[in-house]
């Protein structure tokens, strides 16, 4: 069976968050991803989170279906072997500071002087123009920027930024179509181009129509904790065995079952509960009923009661209840993967289900450099060329 991305080449050049995980998404169904990263002083993503016997974890994940090869850009025999390895590529994904790429020679004229139809993406803070081009910046910023963090807190609490990277996950979804767009664009034109996308944005869009309604009616969204601007109740809840479960009622219906099935039914016959909008206004008494009969009785007799209802609920995992949930083992959401060096390692599966050309894990993180030979060999470079380029530290 043929992967739906086999035979498109990718090289990604960037570190840390948003563009490598794009380019994993690539892989993930089945292009031929090469992470090139400097000999000195790989991804720094490799010494994010815990290690086991100095082994990154993390890095198992986000390196998935890689060929990891060592290259310094900054030297002029390394632009060249980049140059080499861009002739025979589809995509390329890059995120150092606007200019970086240019100083090396390596800007998208000279990438597609190598190859015209080349895909150039551009991963950047705060993207290729504008005052805050030149600045560093990571996903965190993007969240305190973009509004995700003034939304996010309790009412009378300090904005809130979440504790993983959340705008570089988005960035990088939105990296990964953007991609495919332009490669459909040079499938018709015989013509690559380059993608300029700022983290700033993507998460921006997902945060709903807020700029229309400051734009027609001046109004902002206050925190409003775990609550909804938009419907109510929608919260999370103690049971009585100290768990907590969450529960939204973003459709009618669904309010209405739920407020039936805590024995305030009374409610759903008020004006107000007409709307989402407008039961938001009345969270307080809501939560209340809701809050009170969810904590009078046990976890497990909560979420059958609200199944038998037809009402949304959801219990608060952690990663523990997640492996052990049902529905998350009967899709496969969580693999396991042989490793080289820690054996069967448990990690997220491909973000989707294709009925006819599914993605896969063919391999997890590599160690730095390991797939050097093999790649440039593949570019022309001899083993006596390589030879000379380690000793001068280029590879």
Same mark, same amino acid.
């Given at each position: ?262 024995? !305030? *039914?009374? $409610?759903? @016959?008020?004006?107000?509960? +007409?709307? /989402? ?6 969270? &307080? %008494? =809501? ?32 990663? !523990? *209840?997640? $492996?052990? @949930?049902?529905?998350?083992? +009967?899709? /496969? ?6 490793? &080289? %060096? =820690? ?53």
């Amino acid at each position: 069976m043929t992967a739906p991305l086999e035979g498109l080449r990718v090289l990604d050049v960037s570190t840390l968050f948003a563009g490598p995980i794009a380019a994993t998404f690539l892989g993930d169904f089945g292009a031929d991803v090469i992470k090139v990263e400097h000999p000195a002083k790989p991804d720094a993503a490799r010494g994010h989170g815990p290690s086991k016997d100095g082994v990154n974890l993390w890095w198992k994940t986000l390196g998935r279906n890689k060929r990891t090869v060592t290259i310094d850009l900054g030297t002029e025999d390394g632009a060249e072997l980049l140059l080499r390895l861009a002739a025979d590529a589809d995509v390329l994904i890059e995120n150092f500071r606007p200019g970086t790429l240019e100083r090396w020679g390596l800007g998208p004229e000279a990438l597609h002087r190598a190859n015209p139809r080349l895909v150039v993406a551009r991963v950047t803070a705060f993207g290729q123009t504008g005052p805050y081009s030149s600045r560093p910046g990571f996903g965190s910023l993007a969240e305190a920027m973009s509004g995700f963090a003034a939304l996010t807190g309790q009412p009378d609490g300090p904005p809130t930024l979440p504790p993983f990277g959340l705008a570089d996950g988005i960035a990088a979804l939105a990296t990964a179509y953007a991609v495919l767009v332009a490669l459909r664009s040079a499938d018709r034109d015989d013509r690559g181009q380059v993608i300029d996308l700022a983290i700033i944005e993507p998460i921006l869009m997902l945060l709903g129509g807020q700029i229309t309604a400051y734009d027609q009616l001046g109004t902002l969204q206050p925190r409003s904790g775990n609550r909804s601007v938009n419907n109510a109740p929608r919260n999370v809840y103690r049971t009585g065995e100290g768990d907590w479960v969450a529960v939204s009622t973003s459709s009618q219906s669904i309010a209405e079952r739920v407020m039936r099935l805590v024995g !305030r *039914g009374d $409610l759903v @016959d008020e004006p107000w509960f +007409a709307s /989402g909008h407008t039961r938001a206004g009345h969270a &307080d %008494e =809501l939560d209340a009923a809701v809050a009170a009969w969810i904590e009078a009785r046990p976890t497990g007799e909560v979420i059958a009661a609200f199944e038998d209802a037809q009402a949304a609920v959801a219990p608060v995992y952690d990663v !523990r *209840g997640v $492996l052990a @949930d049902p529905q998350y083992r +009967a899709i /496969g959401t969580v693999q396991t993967v042989d490793d &080289d %060096e =820690l054996g069967p390692v448990k990690m997220q599966n491909v973000l989707f289900r294709l009925s006819e050309t599914p993605g896969a894990i063919r391999w997890t993180g590599r160690p730095h450099g390991r797939d050097t030979d093999e790649v440039l060999a593949e570019a022309g470079v001899t083993r006596e060329q390589l030879e000379l380029l380690r000793r001068k530290g280029v590879v």
